[in-house]
């Protein structure tokens, strides 16, 4: 009634001051606090606490529909029917490109609304069908081992940052008062494998690393995205489980950071704190715990007993109103409790599904995320009129390869082989045999297969893994280490096909790697004359794949993450200190650093120039750098600054991340760049976990990859000068 009321003033007001109605609503501060708490007051204790699990039931007397918080949109609406599927995160990591990123995650919030819009005229309050998405996972892939690394944006904090950053704008849109969808970062925090212990692991963590590796990205999407929930992870953090931690999600979430929202436990994570961690009792006992620790929303039914741990004394009805207040927020933020006409979103039109534009964007995503490791004797780019090709290998027309996990059901799927044919010319002799199965050796001795390649201009190879191997718990059914690798290595039967299509042929084999992290390179360069890192591209992956082996389109994707030699120059998997890991602080065994990619043609850098240098670490400063495509192919580059501080590779990190941008360039064509650094910039994270200005020697890098003492042996291009911050 009173947003009635103010519509009507409103539209008064307008008729006389010539601005127009929605622009005013849209400027009109709401009190959702206000509106929460006279909502909360009419709710009986049992009522209340059936609205804090994700089934959370309908009160009808107070026009209260029933809703599932449950949801998924890590690349696309998942796990509710047809809808765009975009590539996966650790893919879009690879663009360098946080607008890409924001544009994505706006069309999924556009497709959401408009099929939530659907499912409630339908009367459909299922799991998956509401607008509260488990999204974006912004953890760090701190170990490539762990299966879930496909779900992030990479090991680097501050590249998480901004592409999580990006994926929260857009999911939750840009009006100021009401959310198109409400984005959720996972998983809070110091979370990262193993899987098969993630439900009575304690990760060990220094506070040196906990603020300087595992939660920026978090603070980032806090402050800078205002992102609308954080979902704790079920793992303990120095003892205490991470849907139940003081510390954690009161002192440095809400107090420290600001944190508005409300916090969701992963799925099953209360029952944990009894169950796996034994930390408690009784459950009773572990959903009062998290409600007094500052969790607000279970994903799972361990809340059920909030009602016993009431009437034990455990917790009372005000620890619980103080829970409800930021869900109830965040549905009036929706839009729930509102006729759709009220909202901004309520007409989004069911056309925007699958549409054309969200169909050429997954492309451009698709074609902007492939890296290219290795190119002997510029083989590439492929000529359209090449006269024998050959494809071959498990994945080439595998569709699991294109989704990855927590994935929609596309309007179609363009395979590998199925783009390959459309591409090439009509008069070339194509042959496709599968050659052996993706996941063990072959039954049959006999091998029709690698003769097929020695008859071929150019073989097509495409190994590695599926979702069926790597991923969540759960999800890689073909296993047995629930989803994570032991090994960086492919399959050995993988590999043996790929020295046999080798042995005794002199033509140009292509191997094209699916995976969602990283593997051991050394021996597939070898054997290779070009290798590409493909990651689960999406529904376009393989159109994507096709324009880039064929030259319509340069390859330009970065590493999110390094690629080691091998498993063997790793940490423990379970150590979760930071030393020796990703590029900051691993010295040794990089087979290709972060940030590493190929072009089809040559960018180099010159003329690298800071002004006032003197000011570093106490003012804005602008660096610059001048970039020349001195080739024939038009690219996009990505230059990268990194910063080397004081006593880097002691107890600081060898290189730092502190900005990127991804530049286009047309053949021969020189372009200054300008990057803006601020003081907090230069700053890094001591010991007790508070940042500080190092004074010293500095060293500044701009460059095509991560410093990693490879760059002479991969012809990295970079600029580098020192300055002293006293």
Known sequence: MKQMKLYYLLSFLSFFLCIPVVRAQQHAKVNWEKQAQELISQMTIEEKISQMMNDAGGIERLGILPY????????????????????????????????????????????????????????????????????????????????RGMETYGEDPFLAGQMGLAFVRGLQGDDPNHLKAAACAKHYAVHSGPEASRHQFDAKVSDKDLFETYLPAFEILV?????????????????????????????????????????????????????GHKSVKSEAEAAAVAIKSGLNLECGSSFRTLKEALEQGLVTEKDIDKALIPLMITRLKLGLFDDPSQSPYGNMPDSVVCCSKHQQLALKAAEHSIVMLSNKDCVLPLKKEVKTLYVTGPLATEANVLLGNYYSIPANLSTYLEAISDKASIGTRLQFIPGILATTPNVNPIDWATGASRTSDVTIVFLGESNCTEGEEGEAIASSTKGDRLTLSLAEHQMDYLRRLRKGNKNKIITVVSCGGPFDVREVCELSD?????????????????????????????????????????????????????????????????????????????????????????????????????????????????????????????????AFQRVPLKSKESKKITFTLSPEQLKMVNDKGKKELLKGNYQLTVSSAAPSGRDEVLHIQKQQLSFVVK
């Open 68 to 147: 599932n918080w449950w949801n998924e949109a890590l690349h696309g609406v998942a796990r509710n029917g047809k809808a765009t599927l975009f590539p996966q995160p650790i893919n879009m990591a690879s663009t360098f490109d946080s607008e890409l990123v924001y544009q994505v995650a706006s069309a999924i919030s556009d497709e959401a609304r408009a099929k939530f819009n659907v499912a409630q005229r339908m009367k459909v309050y299922e799991q998956y069908a509401g607008l509260t998405f488990w999204s974006p996972n912004v953890n760090i892939f701190r170990d490539p081992r762990w299966g």
């Open 223 to 275: 402050k800078e995205g205002q992102v609308e929930a954080v979902m704790g992870a079920y793992n303990r953090v120095n003892g205490v489980s991470a849907s139940a931690h003081p510390r954690l999600l009161n002192e440095i979430l809400r107090d420290q950071w600001g944190f508005k929202g409300h916090v969701v436990s992963d799925c099953g994570a209360v029952s944990d704190i009894f169950w």
């Open 530 to 658: 070009a290798v590409l890192w493909v990651g689960y591209p999406g529904q376009e992956g393989g159109s994507a794949l096709a324009n880039v082996l064929f030259g319509d389109v340069s390859p330009s994707g970065h590493l999110p993450v390094t690629f080691p030699e091998s498993e063997k120059v790793l940490p423990d998997f379970s150590d979760y200190s930071m030393k020796g890991r990703t590029y900051r602080y691993q010295k040794e065994g990089i087979a290709f650093p972060f940030g590493y990619g190929l072009t089809y043609s040559q960018v180099a850098y010159a003329d690298l120039s800071v002004n006032h240098l003197k000011d570093m670490g106490k003012k804005e400063v602008s660096v610059s750098v001048l970039l020349t495509n001195t080739g024939s192919y038009e690219v996009e580059e990505v230059p990268q600054v990194y910063i080397s501080t004081p006593r880097a590779g002691v107890d600081m990190p060898l290189n730092t991340l502190v």
